[in-house]
């Protein structure tokens, strides 16, 4: 009889994180199925191309899907004349039917309107359609985690305040810790993982960890390196590029 896994996955890229990720949809199911997990959520970048595919894939294996979507929000609008800032991500997950119906509405958000750089959703978008949805913060490169390594942290404890408010009883400060390439945690991920703890604290909000999932094994890591590369039509030996 296979054990229970302590850790269930609650932010896994698959191959519809177009450019990025790379667990084919099939392949993460049957591994789940086969190492017992009884549950996967799935979050792929600024879509949701397969929350049909996957529920129906992961049903028949007896593996629970958790249908979610890592999206980029809008965290902190420039002041006018300001350069507009790049979005930083929250993981959202669907906790009923309303909640996968504000998903689906949040996804709309994200491409409709035309007067957006890259695909993004505000935070009174995100606050209109949280209900029945779970929040994650995002980690150390999420929103919060963008406010606190830029050392904004009276900035970064309003946007921790509305999300409370916007997701009652089901926002969660969101832990990870990723090896660099030294072996060590990513300095990011050093720098906010104490005021992560120490806000949640102070809030009374729940802590929950993460493993932000691109590829199913880890000798795919260059393969990866290699999406990555192609996406930003960067060349592998450039050091400014960004790492899988």
Same mark, same amino acid.
């Given at each position: 009889?296979?054990?229970?896994?302590? $850790?269930?996955?609650?932010? &896994? /890229?698959?191959?519809?994180?177009?450019?990025?990720?790379?667990?084919?949809?099939?392949?993460?199911? *049957?591994?789940?199925?086969?190492?017992?997990? +009884?549950?996967?959520?799935?979050?792929?970048?600024?879509?949701? $191309?397969?929350?049909?595919? $996957?529920?129906?894939?992961?049903?028949?294996?007896?593996?629970?899907?958790?249908?979610?979507?890592?999206?980029?929000?809008?965290?902190? +609008?420039?002041?006018?004349?300001?350069?507009? !800032?790049?979005? =930083?991500?929250?993981?959202? @997950?669907?906790?009923?039917? =309303?909640?996968?119906?504000?998903?689906? %509405? @949040?996804?709309?958000?994200?491409?409709?309107? *035309?007067?957006? +750089?890259?695909?993004?959703?505000? @935070?009174? #978008?995100?606050?209109?359609?949280?209900?029945?949805?779970?929040?994650? &913060?995002?980690? %150390?490169?999420?929103?919060?985690?963008? @406010?606190?390594?830029?050392?904004?942290?009276? *900035?970064?404890?309003?946007?921790?305040? !509305?999300?409370?408010?916007?997701?009652?009883?089901?926002?969660?400060?969101?832990?990870?810790? /990723? =090896?660099?390439?030294?072996?060590?945690?990513?300095?990011?991920? !050093?720098? &906010? #993982? !104490?005021?992560?703890?120490?806000?949640?604290?102070?809030?009374?909000?729940?802590?929950?960890?993460?493993?932000?999932?691109?590829?199913?094994?880890?000798?795919? $890591?260059?393969? /990866?390196?290699?999406?990555?590369?192609? *996406?930003?039509?960067?060349?592998? &030996?450039? +050091? /400014?590029?960004?790492?899988?």
């Amino acid at each position: 009889m296979t054990q229970a896994p302590r $850790f269930i996955h609650l932010r &896994t /890229h698959t191959e519809y994180s177009l450019l990025e990720g790379a667990v084919p949809l099939k392949k993460l199911v *049957k591994t789940c199925a086969e190492k017992g997990y +009884p549950a996967i959520a799935v979050t792929d970048t600024d879509n949701m $191309f397969a929350a049909l595919e $996957f529920s129906v894939l992961a049903s028949g294996m007896g593996v629970q899907p958790i249908l979610g979507c890592q999206v980029s929000v809008a965290y902190d +609008p420039p002041a006018p004349g300001e350069k507009l !800032r790049m979005p =930083a991500p929250v993981v959202l @997950l669907a906790q009923s039917e =309303a909640g996968y119906m504000n998903l689906m %509405a @949040l996804n709309s958000c994200l491409y409709l309107p *035309k007067d957006r +750089p890259v695909p993004q959703v505000t @935070l009174e #978008e995100l606050e209109t359609h949280s209900g029945g949805v779970i929040c994650l &913060t995002g980690g %150390a490169e999420g929103a919060l985690g963008k @406010l606190i390594q830029t050392n904004q942290m009276p *900035k970064a404890r309003v946007l921790l305040e !509305r999300l409370a408010r916007a997701f009652p009883d089901r926002l969660y400060v969101e832990l990870q810790r /990723h =090896a660099g390439d030294d072996g060590q945690m990513m300095e990011a991920e !050093r720098l &906010t #993982e !104490r005021p992560f703890v120490e806000m949640a604290y102070e809030m009374g909000l729940p802590l929950v960890a993460t493993n932000d999932v691109y590829f199913p094994k880890s000798d795919m $890591f260059e393969a /990866h390196d290699a999406l990555l590369c192609i *996406k930003e039509g960067a060349y592998w &030996t450039n +050091p /400014h590029r960004a790492a899988a």
